[in-house]
């Protein structure tokens, strides 16, 4: 079944459950409806985006304007939900301390007993729709680009960082599907925790029984906030064009020196496009008199190299130490790459500094 599909199915639960739970609450006077309720409300505009994200990418929408077309789309809709869950759990937050100072009583807490009960069914619904891909997609999901299972490593590469590499990425991880998941299982935790207020208020008599319901709501926004920050700083992350956290930076310059006639690395950089795309470009400096036929193979090793770390994407700018000569490489010069935004022509990496760092 099709992302789209999974989270189209899990939008019309949420709608549906969404009318009757709200209803209730306002009927019932209990804060824990109401904020389960808001949640759902939240989450129905998380699936939307989701699914619009989703469903242009599996169309392959490509505007004209976007040359690596829209795949961080559910990236942004990733983001966005944790920022729009962020929101609401400050606002459960502070309703659940105003409750606790003027107690209401609730009304009628065998309906929200059952509302919880429906509720935690729907979820676990929805739960087995959107995980189910993580099973049935885990083959034959990979991307046109990447080469990491083409190019062997030769034995030039024994000794690299990158042979001692955990596996850097999941390839069928989906951060927009992941999202919703995360929302879905917060949402039955929820109604867990609704069902458990209702038969206290239901069961006991006692007068502090009504502080049940500012409890579970106050359970509910620390269990939204503990899910929404990690999201958000995960696709953040990426959003920014930060390098993955599991790749060394100082382990690839150092990789790359040890191919064959390069003399020093500068402008490196790393990123994601995408939880499962990396990207990377640099520049190598290579010695005066470096042939066509030569370069060919210097840039075939370093790509060898940045393939063994996971990079689907590579630019790499030949440079020469000084001077040129007829049917030699001619690189762009530090002056050009100093001017650029964000670039700068300090050397990564080099063989003196490398010697350096060793001593």
């Avoid at 009927?27 to 309720?37: E, F, G, N």
């Avoid at 789309?73 to 659940?96: D, H, K, P, T, Y």
Wanted: charged share 15%.
């Amino acid at each position: 079944m099709k992302n789209s599909t999974r989270l189209a199915a899990v939008l019309v639960i949420s709608i549906a459950f969404f009318c009757a739970e709200i209803a209730i609450g306002f009927r019932t006077k209990s804060l824990a409806l109401i904020a389960d309720a808001f949640h759902y409300l939240n989450d129905i505009v998380a699936y939307l985006i989701a699914f619009l994200a989703s469903h242009l990418q599996e169309k392959g929408y490509k505007p004209s304007g976007f040359t690596y077309a829209l795949h961080r789309a559910e990236l942004v809709g990733g983001f966005f939900n944790g920022i729009f869950l962020l929101a609401l759990a400050l606002s459960i937050f502070l309703q659940s301390i105003e409750r606790f100072i003027n107690i209401e009583s609730v009304k009628d807490p065998l309906s929200m007993l059952i509302v919880g009960c429906v509720g935690l069914t729907l979820n676990l619904i929805s739960a087995t729709i959107v995980h189910e891909h993580g099973h049935g997609h885990g083959h034959g999901h990979g991307h046109g680009h990447s080469h990491a299972s083409v190019i062997p490593q030769t034995d030039g590469h024994a000794m690299h960082n990158h042979t001692r590499l955990p596996p850097p990425l999941d390839p069928h991880g989906n951060l927009g599907v992941l999202a919703v998941f995360i929302h879905v299982l917060g949402d039955a935790v929820n109604n867990v925790g609704v069902m458990v207020a209702a038969l206290i208020m239901w069961k006991t008599h006692s007068p502090s029984r009504f502080y049940a319901d500012p409890a579970v709501s106050l359970a509910i926004s620390l269990i939204i906030f503990a899910s929404a920050i990690p999201l958000t700083l995960k696709t953040g992350r990426i959003l920014l064009e930060a390098s993955p956290i599991h790749l060394n930076l100082d382990s690839i310059t150092e990789d790359l020196l040890a191919s064959h006639s390069v003399l020093s690395i500068h402008d490196l950089h790393v990123w994601q496009l995408s939880q499962n795309v990396i990207v990377a470009s640099f520049h190598v400096e290579v010695p005066v008199g470096t042939t066509l036929n030569q370069w060919e193979k210097i840039e075939g090793s370093l790509r060898e190299c940045m393939t063994a770390y996971g990079v689907s994407h590579l630019t790499v700018g030949p440079e020469v130490a000084t001077g040129t000569s007829n049917n030699v490489i001619e690189g762009k010069s530090k002056s050009v790459c100093n001017s650029l935004l964000g670039c700068s022509a300090a050397v990564v990496g080099s063989h003196d500094s490398l010697r350096h760092r060793g001593s």
